[in-house]
């Protein structure tokens, strides 16, 4: 592989006035320039990339740890960051965690090997305790994305989740609806406590009953929602309407009510919460609420941009507020 070296000595100039022409970082002669790119072209030379950052010291590289999962939420929020590091110049390396603390360390460690100018952190299903690895590696400019610890020193892009589940809910009160239950996420997350927060809140404005045989907590997936309706359905009558705490959950349970002869919406209604591409899409199409996913990973970089490049050594917290998607999983019962 050819180096800098053996361009300037086929082009007969020195290796800095090489360094000026492919950089353009001073005048060079039309005469001199077309004789080093000719070399370059000649010998098929490619700048290091990893001498570069090492002399610059940055690398235009981010890294992501995200915890997959079969929710395409993650999918689509992590699209919105790749497109706007592209936008940016940028190149992001992805690494999975899989929700194992050990395999989160190995990826950290890499990622600041290869000397990532910082790093945006979607890991919703990992325990909070863990987020103490993060703190040990500061100063990376670090941001956390839709979930973390509040006293976690990084910036943070979150949902503003007890608006949407009081939207949710408030969405079923003025249907008519005043028998409604909440299927929860897990309620260790954040995420959860806010959107069943807002539930609990639409209720009690409303001055509606909150029967806690009608809460149940239970995964951000599938079968999260599917196990919440039977619990729910061995529970006794059930209510009109149900706020699932994710559109994941909310098709686990449309699935399963629809095995039972339970009818959405005619004998149940549902709102679920993302608006993932799916939701518009299933039968019959999801009421949801809209969380504004590209902007979230776009957001996100844009933070990082900011604090890299303006030097910014306080952390802020920047909440995107969600919106009602109306769609065909609710029924009125108001005429």
């Known amino acids: 592989m050819a180096t800098i070296k053996d361009v300037a000595k086929q082009a ?15 005048f060079v002669s039309e005469d001199i320039s077309t004789r080093v790119m000719a070399a370059v072209e000649a010998l098929n030379y490619a700048p290091s990339a990893l001498a570069r950052s090492l002399k610059v010291n940055h690398t235009r590289t981010f890294g992501m740890l995200v915890t997959t999962s079969t929710n395409p939420f993650y999918g689509e929020v992590v699209k919105g960051v790749e497109r706007r590091c ?32 910082g790093l945006l952190l979607m890991c919703s299903e990992v325990e909070e305790k863990s987020f103490d ?31 949407g589940g009081y939207l949710a809910t408030r ?10 239950g909440c299927l929860t996420g897990p309620l260790d ?31 951000f997936e599938c079968e999260g929602g ?10 006794g009558p059930l209510p009109t309407a149900l706020f699932v705490c994710n559109d994941m959950m909310a098709m686990g349970v449309i699935n399963t009510a629809h095995k039972k002869g339970i009818r959405v919406p005619d004998d149940l209604s549902i709102v679920g919460y ?62």
């Open 274 to 335: 993302d608006d993932i591409k799916l939701a518009k899409y299933i039968t019959p199409s999801l009421t949801t609420i809209h969380q504004p996913k590209h902007r979230l990973g776009q957001q996100a970089v844009d933070t990082l941009l900011d604090k890299i490049q303006n030097k910014r050594t306080t952390n802020q917290v920047i909440q995107l507020e969600p919106t009602l998607m109306v769609r065909d999983s609710v029924k009125t019962l108001t005429p």
């Open 133 to 163: 690895l993060f703190g040990r590696h500061q100063p990376v400019p670090t941001v956390v994305m839709d979930w973390g610890p509040t006293d976690f020193p990084s910036d943070k892009i979150q949902d503003n989740s007890h608006h």
């Open 189 to 219: 997350k954040l995420t959860a406590q806010q959107r069943l927060s807002g539930f609990t809140q639409a209720m009690e404005e409303a001055g509606l009953i909150i029967n806690p045989d009608w809460i149940i907590a239970g995964s």
């Open 171 to 180: 969405h079923l009160i003025e249907q008519g609806h005043t028998q409604i």
């Open 12 to 26: 007969g100039v020195s290796t800095s006035t090489v360094s000026h022409v492919l950089n353009k970082t001073r």
């Open 86 to 117: 592209y936008q940016h110049g940028y190149n992001l390396i992805l690494c999975n965690t899989e929700g194992d603390i050990e395999r989160m360390h190995a990826n950290l460690d890499t990622l600041l090997q290869k000397r990532v100018d």
């Open 226 to 235: 599917e196990a919440a309706f039977n619990e729910l359905y061995l529970r």
